[in-house]
């Protein structure tokens, strides 16, 4: 009976064994899939990064452009105004 049951141990532990590799094998495939999205998300994350910079250059762009026809508008206005006095009273100026 001793026998038996220490073949009995022994098969308990050879299960726990490969219990725990095929553990160990789930495991490593989690973190590769983890590590490939991770590497992914990077790889996005850096792209959004470089859409957000053009933008706000082009957002500059955009403002500075603004800025300028509101300058070339205004020098307009007081044109006009030199030339037609009634435009500067409706334009309250």
Known sequence: MNGLAGME???????KIYLTIENVKKIREE??????????????VSSLLGEKNRLEEKIEDLLSERDAIQLKVEAMLDAITIIEPDVAEALGR
């Open 31 to 44: 973190r590769d899939k983890l590590e490939r999205e991770l590497s992914s998300l990077r790889h996005e």
């Open 9 to 15: 141990k022994f098969s308990h532990l050879e299960d």
